[in-house]
């Protein structure tokens, strides 16, 4: 015989709701819980994932970057062979558009007179033009495109000059060292004393005579004792001298040899306007030194009128005699603006 079950009492009944209910709401909490943790875990994924997109697109745009200035630099390590033909072939109009630059209120803190001196005189006879600077130096880098610009007024480059990167500031310029100049008015003497490596690496020597002009003139009172010995030093005939650059080299920073000779073209470029004014100063120095010789540029618009904002400096005639001195430090020196 079996044993009947009792009914469950109302209150046990109670017993059980709240007991099912309360399994439930563990069982929901538990639910929720590992719900969050997957979220939690989701979310954290895809923070990862968007940061190694982050990262992958940075990488990529970094190396963009990096080889679009690497291909900037070969560009402006490169110069086409027209760009020192333009040099060479500068119009009489540009720099008449040009004129004097603006560079009248800060050239005269560089550019001096030399007052009761004879003319310097080169290896044929010519009123001289002496330049000393180095292929490693962006103030030498900067000076050298109005130099060539003038100069090739006066004569010719009997083959072009070789495009460099100067090693300070990388400035893109060309190299005196070699080069070879003819004129029927002047006789040009460069001497780079030093290539563009670093450390730069001796060049061109100077002779016992080079080292007393330089130590006579590339010192007090022409330039101060903190920059004596500096570089660029420039002496037309030894009655102007010049110890710097008639403009910034930062102009040029950045900037491929085409890109330069496209903006000097342009005569209301900060380019054009300060290797243009240089030039016009250059020339205007080497036609007092001549005797105004060649007509033809030293009558043309505007030298005449840069020549009565020179510095006076007595032109007597005969040579310089110079002495010897030792320089041998000089290569070390920098020109500070």
């Known amino acids: ?13 109670r017993e059980q709701e709240r007991l099912r209910r309360a399994q439930q709401r563990n069982t929901n ?6 719900g969050r943790r997957r979220m939690r875990r989701s979310a954290r994924n895809t923070w990862l994932l968007l940061g190694g997109i ?13 080889f679009a200035q690497q291909q900037k630099a ?41 007052k009761g001196a004879p003319i310097l005189k080169g290896p044929s006879g010519k009123p001289e033009i002496f330049y000393m600077g180095g292929d490693f130096c962006p103030y030498c880098g900067a000076q050298r495109w109005p130099m060539i610009i003038a100069l090739s007024k006066f004569g010719t480059f009997e083959k072009p000059l070789t495009p460099i990167i100067s090693s300070e500031s990388n400035v893109p310029t060309y190299s005196f060292h070699q080069a070879a100049y003819k004129s029927n008015y002047i006789d040009f003497t460069p001497v780079e004393v030093g290539d563009n490596q670093q450390p730069p690496q001796p060049l061109d020597k100077l002779t016992p005579q080079q080292e007393q002009l330089v130590k006579t003139y590339d010192a007090p009172p022409y330039t101060s004792a903190e920059n004596a010995g500096s570089f660029p030093f420039m ?16 102009l040029l920073v950045g900037h491929s040899f085409d890109d330069i000779v496209s903006q000097m073209q342009t005569p209301t470029t900060d380019i054009s306007r300060n290797m243009l004014g240089s030039a016009n100063y250059t020339i205007a120095q080497i036609c007092k030194v001549t005797n105004n010789q060649p007509g033809k540029i030293c009558t043309a618009d505007p030298i005449p009128t840069i020549q009565g904002k020179l510095p006076r400096a007595a032109i007597p005639t005969g040579n310089a005699t110079l002495a010897n001195v030792n320089v041998s430090q000089l290569a070390s020196r920098r020109q500070h603006m």
Do not use: C, D, W
Request: hydrophobic fraction near 35%; aromatic fraction near 6%; avoid cysteine.
């Open 235 to 250: 002496s037309v005939g030894n009655q102007f001298v010049s110890i710097g650059s008639y403009y910034s080299p930062t």
């Open 29 to 34: 909490t538990r639910s929720q819980s590992s």
């Open 1 to 13: 015989m079996t044993k009947s079950k009792h009914p469950a009492s109302a209150a046990q009944r």
């Open 74 to 114: 070969t560009a402006t390590n490169t110069a086409t062979p027209s760009v020192f033909q333009q040099l060479t072939t500068v119009k009489p109009e540009l720099l008449s558009t040009v004129g004097s630059g603006g560079l009248e209120k800060s050239i005269g803190s560089i550019l001096k007179p030399v």
């Open 54 to 66: 982050i990262l992958g697109l940075a990488l990529v745009i970094g190396s963009f970057i990096y």
